[in-house]
């Protein structure tokens, strides 16, 4: 139930973020989005707060709604979200060389889950004795060692935040 409601909101966020783009191609001087920044007036603001928020009208309780409910449907729309969610552009300011080590800092956290999982729920009949004939072998110190690989991954995914 609650992933068809998740669906249909794309569909609906979706749809009337098309017919809305549609609209707007169409009749380019009738239509005005309520609670949208235009980029183009960004500058042109009388104060920090003002080209930040836009301009501070008293807006009707009406107005507010249809605002509010425009940010919720485009918030849900494919048409606006894939392209932000699947962008590979970097602030110049980024550390590229940083994602590399926390993405194989990811797949050890991942293997050392796989292994500790398969451990947990297998049907050995002495699961001390698997146990045993594998963590003397040099090839298991990443999954004995894999507490490192979440401090790694939290470290790296903390200073690529900041």
């Given at each position: 139930v609650i992933s068809f409601l998740f669906v249909l909101l794309v569909a609906c966020g979706t749809g009337y973020d098309f017919f809305l783009c549609l609209f707007q191609k169409?009749?380019?001087?009738?239509?005005?989005?309520t609670g949208s920044i235009n980029p183009k007036n960004l500058n042109n603001g009388t104060s920090e707060e003002d080209a930040l928020l836009g301009k501070r009208k008293n807006k009707s309780s009406k107005d507010r709604l249809t605002t509010f409910l425009h940010d919720v449907a485009i918030s849900f729309s494919l048409y606006?979200?894939?392209?932000?969610?699947?962008?590979?552009?970097q602030p110049p300011s980024a550390i590229t060389s940083i994602n590399g080590m926390r993405v194989i800092s990811m797949f050890w956290v991942i293997l050392g889950h796989v292994?500790?999982?398969?451990?947990?729920?297998?049907?050995?009949?002495?699961?001390?004795?698997?146990?045993n004939s594998f963590m003397p072998r040099f090839s298991a110190q990443p999954i004995i060692n894999g507490f490192f690989s979440v401090d790694s991954f939290f470290f790296l995914s903390g200073v690529l935040l900041a």
């Open positions: 169409l009749f380019p001087k009738d239509v005005e989005i606006k979200t894939v392209p932000a969610v699947l962008s590979t552009r292994y500790f999982f398969t451990f947990i729920s297998s049907t050995y009949a002495n699961p001390l004795d698997v146990y």
